[in-house]
């Protein structure tokens, strides 16, 4: 089974920074690769929308509403992504999930994992 775990989300004023971390572990086994991780957001009564992307190679994909203030990285060593939030504004207020879509383990292959999801609260 493939774990992915987050952390980083609160409550932060607007114009404010957080970061969010994603890390993906196995119940048993170890992991090879992983392949594109994406953060997703979820806002009371809207539909969950992708809002960042890393592929392997490093190819990043933003959502227009948050291009040139957050920033998308992976540690590859540490099975680790993240979510730099910069500029925060109000309409950033979600449920922030991560996402894998594939992950290389000795214990074969895992697709379309999703991490627990952690609230990030932005206030004017």
């Known amino acids: 089974q493939v774990y992915l775990v987050e952390s980083g989300g609160g409550l932060v004023r607007s114009g404010g920074s957080l970061t969010l971390s994603c890390s993906a572990s196995?119940?048993?086994?170890?992991?090879?690769?992983?392949?594109?991780m994406r953060w997703y957001r979820q806002a009371p009564g809207k539909q969950r929308d992708m809002v960042a992307q890393?592929?392997?190679?490093?190819?990043?994909i933003y959502a227009p509403s948050v291009k040139g203030r957050f920033v998308i990285s992976k540690d590859n060593a540490k099975k680790t992504f993240y979510l730099h939030m910069n500029d925060l504004k109000t309409e950033d207020t979600a449920v922030y999930y991560c996402n894998i879509d594939r992950l290389v383990s000795s214990r074969g292959p895992y697709y379309d994992a999703w991490g627990q999801g952690t609230q990030v609260t932005v206030y004017s």
């Open positions: 196995l119940s048993s086994g170890v992991i090879f690769g992983i392949g594109d």
């Open positions: 890393i592929s392997s190679g490093g190819d990043t």
